[in-house]
């Protein structure tokens, strides 16, 4: 997607923004110095190294730590940040940073060209397991020119390159060499970025504290003297918190909670379009769901999608087959490919082997960090009951399911499916790093080529109407083939009390609060 196509999607945000400071003063407001943010997490980390850490909690506590070299606006347009410019050659095969000076990193030591070099080789380097690693992958060396200036050099052409750097699982974030080099395998431990805040303390499954940058290099910012993340993991916990004013954000509203926050005058709530989903992948490798026709009859004819978006999210979703959501702007409507038929996804199951004297038995994997896991779960055992089909609901904590999954082709799976949410995607091949085969974290074990050759068409197609028909030839694969499966897009909701200013929503691209105050 190019920034244009960016653009267009942009306003929708900034109508979006606007709907939800109806009501709030339009006068400018001298912002207060001062105070710390209250900000709830619902689960814990896994670590504390942005480029190497799976899971959205992560990068919700260390985008706060952390800076990138682009960036981008929460209306999505792509700015600078730890570069102050950049030169993409005319054959894009390289594209030349010029480098802020004067900045560093929390430990003293200078953001310059051969850290940028150090950050780009780490994430490339497969040791490293980054999730970020498939989605710069076009990236084949990079280059300190000299003290300020740096260059990547690409494969190959890569539309999406400068996106893929400045959101992307919200972006490439530049952490210390000295620090990662001194702490070595415990720097999970020890984060140490270039950004408005500094990591001071982790209580496992208590909260995070963050202190303020006294020498950030944005001047006036930030405002807030620091930031105290809190694990709650019970998400009417959270809500009565916010509503005593123990809290002041919640980062993810859970649908169930909508209804309740809106009517409580003390609190803002924040949403945009669905770039992101809820899905639902088997291992694609084990029994019962290497067969094609059990896949189609479980997850194409034997669920009701209409009705998980109807009742999970109270028509807040729609029901969702592409592999794209339907807020991004490559979305092709597929949902016609599997209607609601009982029928025929009994048939299928009958020419699998399955029965009533032989019925499908399966485990179905969910986390508890949200009730919607559990309700959807629940849903889907009821449908899936009707076509004699058998569902065992698992349940364990977020840490414990994102390490289940985290699984490269070919890695030992212990689950049948899994049921949980994405990260916003807002171009096609945010996907592929759980998707193509040889990504770190192909969660459905796909070992199907063509979906590789797909991805890497699109990204070296410069024409936008043609990438336009590879985003379409991708998803009417992958949905014919269910090599994965989405339910419903997924709506993202934040919630802050009325009294936090200048909050910017990004709609889960990213979470950034160097501008927030508190009138307080």
Known sequence: MRPRDLYALAGVF??????????????AERPKQGGILKVALDADVKGLDIQATAGKEPRWVLEHVHNNIVTITPDFQLVPELAERWTVADDGLSITFELRQGVKFHDGTPWNAEAFKFNIERVLDPQTKSPYRQLIQPINAAQAIDEYRAKVTLARPYRNILLALASYRNGLYMVSPAAVKQWGKDYQLHPVGTG??????????????LERNPHYFKQGLPHLDGIQLRVVTDPIARTAALRTGELDVINELPPTMVQIMEKFPGARIYTGPELAFLFAPFDLQAPPFNDVRVRKAVAGYGID????????????????????????????????????????????????????????????????SSPLFSDIATILKEQLKRIGVV??????????????????????????????????????????????????????????KKVDELYAQWGLTLDDAKARKIAEELQRYVADHLIWVNLTGAPFFQVTRTYVKDFPFYNQVKLRYETVWLDK
């Open 305 to 368: 999608r209409a009705d998980i978006a109807k009742r999970a999210f109270f028509g807040r979703a729609t029901p969702l087959v592409s592999v794209v959501p339907p807020g991004s702007p490559d979305y092709l409507d597929l949902n016609e490919m599997y209607p609601y038929d009982p029928n025929r996804a009994r048939a299928l199951l009958k020419e699998a082997g399955y029965g009533p004297d032989k019925p499908l038995t399966y485990t179905l994997l969910i986390d508890n």
């Open 391 to 448: 569902v065992k609901i698992e349940m364990v904590d977020r840490v414990t399911r994102i390490s289940r999954i985290a699984k490269a082709l070919g890695e030992p799976r212990d689950f049948h499916q899994v049921i949980s949410g994405a990260s916003t995607r807002v171009a096609l091949d945010q996907n592929a790093y759980v998707m193509v085969t040889d990504a770190s974290w192909n969660v459905a074990n796909n070992a199907d």
């Open 14 to 27: 900034t109508l979006l923004a606007l709907l939800a400071f109806a009501g709030a003063s339009g006068a």
């Open 196 to 209: 408005p805040f500094v990591f001071k303390e982790w209580v496992a499954h208590s909260h995070i504290t």
